[in-house]
């Protein structure tokens, strides 16, 4: 009686729980910002059609225990929901239901459950799907199965293929897996082993794998006001962490140590999560260019060290890299290469501007970091081919990290935000004088596009040398900050 006793109150708990938000922020896109996005992706739609989203699948670590759970950007730029088991369909037309009443989207979510909600947190479920999301047909997924469409008659369904594996739950006759084997079952999805081919001819295969993408690309390539808020505040985070670590910043730290600082100052914002993983590389670390692994138990003050890393704050993810050297002042060498990047870089930054060819920016910074490598015997001549530069100059940002955008637009548009980040990396025994050896300097900032120019939203975290050397003379709220030796035995 106990027991049963005790369950009731749980799930008294939880449903109130959902009935309030008070423990919530309050700088979330709201409703009206997704169905806006809904209705211009509709807009955007060929005739008689219907897009179909799937939610991201769960994803296992290691035995009973799962990954942080992250959303499709696609669904949740669409929906604001961020539990998965879920499918969208947003239809170009008005359709008309069983009992008469017309709609032109709607969303099947995962069920309310008293016990899963004990364990994992609460759920939305069908009703508050509707009430807090703003969908007015909101269902179970357990009723996806019965849902009576039929897709042949629509010219194209547009959806992404399926190229991830997705667990299936036994317990659970409506989770992810089971979804999508019941669209493939309504839409004739070919039999395993057998090619998926887009034929425009209704009437063969109405079945679009190709063009969803590119709509939606074109859809969030453009930031609206309220994502640029969200960007703003990413990058304002993210560059609050680099001038902490800065200011804290001490020969004999720990790789791991430093990237602790940054995430600290990331929690301490409410950011929710990293738009990807941090990369702390001192020296030579710092010419792989994602190097992850942030292990290295002792940084030297002959080194310097790379720090990329991005706040993700609902949803939005900044993407800032910054280079400092470890003993507070750069080396001539490792400012001749420094101060060659930043050239390079502010050249680029400063073409920003809507109706500029990301090529051609990546043009120049090439050319400014060619010639300078050669100026300083690093390379034989400017048309040599190297490792030094070996990536892009920049990508946009957004719900990814790397966002959508440069696929649809050929030029800068206003209201996109982007990277430029040039960098020069020279590994251990490159063929080149041994004194340039272990530099590597990548210099990241996020650039809005305004509707003249261009605005450095990361401007807060300095990047000429006198300014970062500046920054590390000052003072830390972790120079008192010391933790007890550990005795294990």
């Not at 989203?53 to 929906?79: E, K």
């Not at 037309?93 to 008293?114: H, M």
Request: hydrophobic share 35%.
């Amino acid at each position: 009686m106990k027991h049963r006793l005790l369950i009731l109150v749980m799930i008294f708990s939880i449903t109130a729980g959902l009935a309030q938000d008070a423990n919530q922020p309050s700088d979330f896109l709201t409703k009206e910002f997704h169905k806006e996005r809904r209705q211009k992706l509709r807009e955007k739609l060929p005739a008689n059609s219907v897009a179909v989203f799937f939610a991201n699948p769960v994803r296992n670590r290691a035995n009973d225990v799962d990954y942080i759970y992250h959303q499709s950007p696609d669904f949740y730029y669409l929906t604001g929901y961020k539990e998965p088991h879920a499918v969208l369909l947003i239809f170009k037309d008005k359709q008309t239901a069983a009992n008469g009443s017309q709609y032109d989207e709607i969303i099947f979510v995962q069920p309310r459950n008293a016990i899963h909600e004990m364990w994992t947190g609460k759920r939305l479920g069908d009703v508050q799907t509707k009430a807090m999301l703003g969908l007015d047909q909101s269902f179970n997924n357990s009723e996806f199965k019965k849902y009576n469409v039929d897709f042949s008659r629509f010219a194209q369904v547009l959806f992404h293929d399926f190229t991830n594996d997705v667990r299936n739950v036994p317990s659970d006759s409506s989770d992810l897996h089971d979804l999508i084997e019941q669209f493939k079952v309504k839409v004739n999805y070919p039999s395993s082993g057998q090619a998926l081919t887009v034929n425009r001819e209704p009437e063969k295969n109405n079945l679009n794998t190709t063009e969803l993408n590119s709509i939606m690309d074109n859809l969030r390539g453009i930031k609206t006001a309220e994502e640029i808020a969200l960007l703003r505040k990413a990058v304002a985070i993210s560059c609050v962490g680099q001038n902490e670590v800065m200011k804290a910043l001490k020969p004999g730290m720990s790789e791991r140590e430093v990237q602790g600082i940054h995430e600290f100052v990331f929690k301490k914002y409410q950011a929710e999560e990293l738009g990807y993983p941090s990369i702390v590389g001192a020296g030579h670390n710092g010419c792989i260019l994602h190097y992850i692994e942030n292990y290295k138990p002792s940084v030297s003050s002959k080194e310097m060290l790379l720090m990329d890393l991005g706040a993700e704050y609902h949803g939005y993810s900044a993407d800032v890299t910054r280079t400092v050297p470890i003993s507070g002042k750069f080396s001539p060498e490792q400012k001749a290469i420094y101060d060659l990047v930043l050239n390079a870089q502010q050249a680029a930054i400063e073409m920003c501007k809507p109706g500029a060819v990301p090529a051609e920016l990546d043009r120049k910074a090439r050319g400014i970091i060619n010639k300078g490598l050669k100026d300083l015997g690093i390379i034989a001549s400017e048309t040599d081919q190297h490792l030094f530069f070996p990536h892009g100059l920049g990508h946009p940002i957004g719900l990814d990290v790397h966002d959508k955008g440069y696929k649809t637009f050929k030029t800068l548009q206003e209201n996109m935000v982007i990277t430029i980040e040039p960098g020069i990396y020279i590994p251990e025994n490159s063929k080149c004088d041994k004194k340039w050896w272990g530099i590597a300097v990548r210099i990241e900032d996020d650039i809005l596009i305004t509707k003249n120019g261009y605005e450095n939203l990361s401007a807060l975290a300095p990047r000429k040398t006198e300014d970062i050397e500046a920054m590390m003379k000052l003072s830390s709220p972790l120079d008192d900050f010391a933790l007890p030796e550990l005795k294990t035995n």
